[in-house]
């Protein structure tokens, strides 16, 4: 009978303990992030019944608190800090010591620093972003948010797709202009078309430049006095010039007189399909000068013949002569085609075309930009955080990081809804949210509790009266051993 009454003192303590646990699941019904907890129990070691080889118990005690990571209902709020995850994986934060916890809990705010933080203080981890290929690179550090600057970018040099890319027509109908072409002295009459193109030094220094187009007459080939054929290359037809012009004062010149600084050659089909943009160079006339096709230079102003693409460079390039450092920008006109090769897949409508409509610029794209600072930011479902800044640029800062465990129900529980590795979890398995199996961030929203109310109540019952009948245990031993005792009266 003693051991009746150990095996109800045991249930007490153990469904007490269970209330405790069901207790505190109905508290956090309303907090952010909050795993529901279960009570698992586990019988006492057994003791031999005297007489026989049967075995009794000899009371119960909880075995472990489990953690149920069943995702909880995803609430949408009104603040942008505010990040739930939806699947697999928990916020990583690590606070001002560098230790590391993780949590379901997306209820941030920035602190004084201006850096992404938990409520209790922990920065939330994300990892650099790599511009070329969007792919977060590098280690683990804080989210800050507030105060970043973007560093000036140098318009490109025409390598991997950076510089100008321009998408425009030019009128097939046009007529070739009657005024020599004079590069130090450019006039309106000289060009049939022009548009305003903006580029940036390396220190983020805006120049506004003039890109015009000159429609080149047809020329037919000239003639092999030997062979009495045309010579191959020597004619041109559907052919435009391109320049790039600055003001003089822009370059150190002449502040009343426009220069070009550079140009180019357009070569179109019949169609009006782009064939091939290409570089040229100013060759200045003098006596006996021919230009690279074999043709007589005639006195005057420098003439723009042909020249070869930069080694390993698919555009036409310019140098912009600024006073410190020579700048090389490229300008994209379009891929090209080759109307002779059936298997060429490039169409030459990527770019600059030659139609029978007015000329027209329908797009322009540069990648230089002067120095800003970020006014406003988003997160991606992905977990990219992509910055907006006064210049006017948009790029990706940083990436949120997830981690997730082999064995979620091993965490050790920290308190304010943070956990941490243990042995039975295993090691951190981190990445990118919607990649390897992570779940995806849903921006202004919180994942509340995963507690149902209903199941809470029904277990609470059942505890009670768990607790109730090994109360009434230990008063029914307590009055079998009374009998025992009056027995010897």
């Given at each position: ?118 409520d209790t203080g922990e920065q939330v981890m994300v990892r650099d972003i790599n511009a070329a ?217 990527d770019g600059v075309t030659q139609f029978s409509s007015a000329s027209k610029v329908s797009r ?30 948009i790029r990706p800062v940083a990436r949120v990081v997830l981690t997730r465990f082999v064995n ?82």
């Amino acid at each position: 009978m003693s051991f009746a009454l150990r095996a109800g003192a045991s249930g007490l303590t153990t469904y007490g303990e269970a209330m405790s646990v069901v207790g505190s699941n109905i508290a956090n019904v309303n907090t952010t992030g909050y795993k529901h907890n279960r009570v698992n129990f586990q019988d006492l070691l057994a003791t031999g019944v005297a007489g026989t080889t049967s075995k009794i118990g000899k009371g119960v005690k909880v075995s472990s608190v489990q953690s149920d990571f069943a995702q909880g209902n995803v609430e949408s709020t009104t603040r942008l800090t505010d990040l739930a995850v939806q699947g697999e994986g928990f916020f990583t934060v690590r606070n001002k010591v560098g230790r590391v916890f993780y949590t379901r809990a997306g209820n941030f705010d920035f602190d004084k620093d201006g850096f992404l933080v938990t409520d209790t203080g922990e920065q939330v981890m994300v990892r650099d972003i790599n511009a070329a290929n969007g792919e977060a690179v590098g280690p683990l550090h804080g989210a800050k948010l507030v105060g970043i600057s973007d560093p000036p970018q140098a318009t490109g040099n025409g390598q991997n797709g950076t510089g100008l890319k321009i998408a425009a027509n030019l009128n097939a109908d046009g007529q070739p202009p009657a005024l020599p072409f004079d590069p130090t002295n450019v006039q309106s009459e000289m060009y049939n078309f022009s548009t305003a193109v903006t580029v940036f030094d390396e220190k983020g220094g805006e120049h506004v430049l003039n890109l015009v187009f000159r429609k080149v007459p047809d020329q037919p080939p000239q003639i092999n006095p030997a062979t009495g054929q045309p010579t191959p290359g020597t004619g041109s037809k559907n052919s435009w010039q391109w320049y790039v012009v600055a003001s003089g004062a822009e370059f150190g010149g002449p502040r009343d007189r426009s220069q070009a600084i550079g140009g180019g050659f357009l070569d179109f089909t019949e169609n009006g399909r782009l064939i091939a943009a290409s570089n040229g160079r100013f060759q200045v006339a003098g006596p006996g000068q021919v230009g690279p096709q074999g043709q007589i230079i005639p006195p005057g102003p420098p003439v723009l013949v042909r020249a070869p693409l930069a080694a390993g460079v698919e555009t036409p390039q310019v140098t912009l002569p600024f006073a410190e450092r020579p700048q090389v920008i490229g300008l994209f006109f379009g891929k090209g085609s080759n109307p002779t090769d059936p298997n060429d897949q490039r169409t030459g409508l990527d770019g600059v075309t030659q139609f029978s409509s007015a000329s027209k610029v329908s797009r322009i794209e540069g990648d230089g930009h002067r120095s800003g600072n970020m006014e406003d930011f988003d997160i991606a479902i992905n977990g990219t955080i992509m910055g907006r800044f006064d210049n006017g640029t948009i790029r990706p800062v940083a990436r949120v990081v997830l981690t997730r465990f082999v064995n979620s129900v091993g965490l050790l529980r920290s308190g304010d809804s943070k956990y941490e590795e243990s042995i039975s979890s295993g090691r951190p398995i981190q990445g990118a949210p919607t990649e390897g199996g992570f779940g995806s961030i849903a921006v202004r929203n919180l994942e509340k509790s995963n507690v149902d109310l209903a199941n809470e109540f029904v277990r609470m019952i059942e505890t009670q009266r768990a607790f109730q009948a090994n109360a009434k245990s230990i008063t029914t031993s307590d009055e079998m051993l009374a009998d025992v005792v009056s027995m010897k009266r």
